[in-house]
């Protein structure tokens, strides 16, 4: 289900939670207190982060990481939990810069009501496709973004899959693909506030092309 566009190595899933689950985790994730990480808002995004080895490790949480990797051995095998966090963000905001995940799968999960969301085609989730090249590092993903623009995403006229954001949507990806949280405008007040779940699976695999 989801998104209407699809890409090898991009995968969305829609309503991926029970109702009770999604309900449990946004509760958690509203009241919990563990969002102990601040980014600075102009250079990082107005955003707060909370992570699996600093309180967020809820057996919920968990629970949901391991059978998320139960239940799709195919895209899963091999590739054990390694981490997972969640951001919460300001009612309006550009996100997160563009960037690439130290692991091998990527599931990215939305938690915040539908009705939070002002603008339905946006606010999720924007993954370009080029591959970065099989010598590259990982350090030089993410600390040069004006290189991976103009070497990777430039060539391919910034190919990529654009998810727009749904309460209870996943979407699961190769981390060694790039990508940026869309624009947003979410209602104002802190019930509203745009909040993701990311679990990361596995070692980047470095394959050529």
């Not at 939990?81 to 990527?106: E, F, M, R």
Request: charged share 20%; aromatic share 12%.
């Amino acid at each position: 289900g989801g998104g209407g566009n699809s890409h090898p190595g991009i995968a969305v899933v829609d309503d991926i939670l029970s109702p009770r689950a999604l309900h449990r985790i946004r509760r958690l994730l509203l009241e919990s207190t563990v969002w102990y990480q601040t980014k600075m808002p102009l250079r990082f995004g107005g955003y707060a982060g909370a992570y699996i080895d600093d309180g967020l490790h809820d057996r919920i949480l968990l629970r949901l990481a391991f059978e998320l990797n139960d239940a799709l051995p195919r895209i899963m095998e091999g590739h054990p939990l390694k981490y997972l966090w969640a951001y919460k963000y300001d009612s309006q905001y550009t996100g997160i810069n563009t960037h690439a995940d130290q692991a091998a799968v990527n599931v990215n999960l939305w938690i915040t009501p539908d009705d939070a969301n002002l603008d339905p085609d946006s606010g999720g989730l924007v993954v370009f496709t080029a591959k970065p090249p099989s010598d590259w590092n990982f350090e030089m993903y993410n600390a040069d973004a004006d290189r991976v623009a103009e070497e990777i995403l430039g060539p391919t006229k910034y190919a990529n899959v654009t998810v727009p954001y749904r309460s209870n949507r996943a979407v699961l990806f190769d981390s060694m693909l790039f990508h940026h949280t869309d624009a947003f405008r979410f209602k104002g007040g802190y019930e509203n506030r745009r909040i993701n779940l990311t679990i990361l699976y596995g070692e980047m695999q470095r394959s050529g092309g």
